[in-house]
């Protein structure tokens, strides 16, 4: 499968809101559709955020199960549940939808500033969420917002926590977070142990999409939607997530690589690769 690439969408996430860009899906049934048309347009991997009735962020578990259950209806998308969740929730909050038993949830590598509020990823926090990960059969995304977030993940590789196939989330252009631009996006690839996998995710309209570009020239994976992004392009916005995944699977297919199914990704991510084969698969 050298010539396939995965996409997750992000359909919604924590903090856009309808004023941002109307089409934002909120509600199970909206996000559900958001998966599926997301998924029709190549999307394989659902990055998955939930509102309250109210439209704000919770990890309400119940809330969960519901969205998943109306998902796993629509489509097979691999489904990636938040545990960063909102900035201000407790760990046991952001932890609760890993009863649940998704096949994959994001895992913050270390404290980041956001915007002007920040999340806090302790060492031993990280090490709660990597142990309940384990316990639940959940494959994490390892998210790092900085450098030093990789090499806090190396922490819980050597004691054991983390196990091979990695795969991480390289988060460039979160507000008072690294910026983003292509050498530092680079650096960071090169940091990561050998044979890791990993997916590009530029925050802000102009980092969203340069990360798709970098991304697919890397050897990385890519991931768009409302939640990094709510523009097509400067003064633009998207009519939907879907649109967004079109966007990103023409990218990928100037570069000769093809939208991977959710079937065929959940092979490539279960892929352990040895080391010297970096360059085989992503690219
Ligand atoms: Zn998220």
Redesign the pocket.
């Known amino acids: 499968m050298s010539d396939k690439t995965v996409i997750t969408c992000?359909v919604t996430?924590?903090e856009t809101t309808r004023l941002d860009n109307p089409n934002l899906p909120l509600t199970p049934g909206e996000i559900a559709v958001a998966a599926r048309d997301a998924c029709r347009a190549g999307a394989a991997v659902l990055?998955l955020?939930v509102r309250d009735p109210q439209g704000n962020p919770t990890q309400d578990p119940e809330t969960f199960r519901t969205v998943m259950e109306m998902v796993r209806a629509e489509c097979d998308m691999v489904i990636e549940v938040?545990t960063?969740g909102a900035v201000g929730m407790s760990a046991a909050e952001r932890m609760a939808p890993l009863a649940l038993s998704p096949e994959m949830a994001?895992l913050d590598c270390g404290t980041v500033n956001f915007g002007e509020e920040y999340i806090v990823n302790t060492l031993p926090l990280m090490r709660v969420f990597a142990a309940a990960m384990k316990g639940h059969g959940v494959r994490p995304t390892l998210e790092c917002f900085d450098l030093s977030h990789v090499d806090a993940a190396a922490v819980l590789i050597d004691e054991g926590l983390l196990e091979p196939p990695f795969h991480y989330g390289l988060v460039l252009g979160v507000p008072g977070g690294v910026r983003f631009d292509a050498a530092t996006l680079e650096f960071f690839a090169r940091r990561l142990p050998p044979g890791a996998r990993w997916t590009a995710v530029g925050v802000g309209g102009r980092a969203s999409w340069e990360a798709v570009r970098c991304a697919v020239e890397m050897g990385g994976f890519i991931r768009v939607g409302m939640?990094d992004n709510v523009y097509m392009e400067k003064g633009v916005k998207a009519g939907g997530n879907a649109e967004m995944v079109e966007k990103a699977a023409r990218i990928a297919a100037d570069a000769g690589l093809e939208p991977a199914s959710p079937a065929e990704a959940r092979e490539i991510l279960a892929a352990v690769r040895s080391r010297g084969a970096e360059s085989d698969g992503g690219k």
């Open positions: 992000a996430g924590a990055h955020h938040t960063g994001s939640e």
